[in-house]
């Protein structure tokens, strides 16, 4: 590739179109993020699925708790709700993929509770 080409951002291989800059893009931007850090979106095939990042799961899920926190009253009824439960489904489903994760507990531990 030649240095112009690199350069201009008209090239043929950076035109396409790109969507609006809006909150909801952002949101659903750091939601995506957290997905493929927890291993739920993977492009590729199978087994080169990687496994779960919790550590930079967790700080998407918590980026985009400080991104509304600092918003609270300057969204507008649709944004608060995208934010909210984007937050309420990462959540969730770090902790159920968190929870899958582990390893199961050696039968003498569970005998041992009996």
Partial sequence: MAD???????SQENNFPLPAPTFEFLVLSLKMQAEMHMGLIHFGEEKDRPKPNFRVARHSIDLLAMLGDKTKTNLSIEEQR????????LRFRYVQILETSKEPESPQVESKAE
């Avoid at 112009?4 to 008209?10: D, F, G, L, T, W």
């Fill in 82 to 89: 995208l934010l909210e439960n984007s937050l309420t489904e």
């Fill in 4 to 10: 112009s080409e690199a350069v201009n951002p008209e």
